[in-house]
């Protein structure tokens, strides 16, 4: 069994109109949320053995702030690929890791991250959860629980949603 943290970059930054929007960096409330969810992942033992991170400035800040709270976290796999990714780019990423990853947690953006956890669940999640099909908050989390032993046997509709959080609703800093 394999479990994938699907998590969307921080809060980024607007205030230089003349930054690529991948090199926009972390604004002062994604600076404070990337170490709320690095917190709540840890209490739920979610704490990924792989991860993959977008190229962009922002997935890159949120990681390290979260190394902060999380210092067993692994340094993030940076992928050009998954800047703005499809479903099925990260699907077919993730299908190339070798079987000993158990946890993985993928750092991107959306629309991508929604679509890819509203695929690999068909949709099946509980009320509270519906959000991580629909906006997909800023330093929000989604886990998935895949009944899969290798990555390469990742297909859509098979996976359980087990755990939603995005930072503002574990602490006022978020």
């Known amino acids: 069994m394999k479990k994938l943290i699907l998590l969307r970059h921080a809060k980024s930054s607007w205030s230089d109109p003349a930054l690529e929007d991948h090199d926009r960096p972390l604004n002062d409330r994604g600076k404070a949320a990337a170490p709320v969810i690095a917190r709540w992942l840890a209490e739920k033992a979610h704490v990924p053995d792989t991860v993959l991170c977008s190229s962009s400035k922002r997935t890159r800040q949120t990681v390290k702030r979260m190394r902060n709270e999380i210092p067993t976290l692994p340094e993030p796999l940076i992928d050009e690929q998954l800047y703005h990714a499809s479903p099925k780019t990260m699907r077919d990423r993730l299908s190339k890791l070798p079987p000993d990853c158990d946890t993985v947690m993928v750092v991107g953006h959306q629309p991508g991250l929604s679509a890819f956890a509203r695929k690999l669940?068909?949709?099946?999640?509980?009320?509270?959860?519906?959000?991580?099909?629909?906006?997909?908050?800023?330093?929000?989390?989604?886990?998935?629980?895949?009944?899969?032993?290798?990555?390469?046997?990742?297909?859509?509709?098979?996976?359980?949603?087990?755990?939603?959080?995005?930072?503002?609703?574990l602490s006022d800093s978020g």
């Open 121 to 169: 669940t068909n949709g099946n999640v509980s009320a509270r959860c519906r959000r991580a099909f629909e906006q997909f908050p800023t330093a929000a989390a989604a886990v998935l629980r895949l009944n899969i032993d290798d990555w390469s046997k990742l297909n859509y509709d098979e996976a359980d949603f087990i755990d939603f959080a995005k930072p503002r609703e």
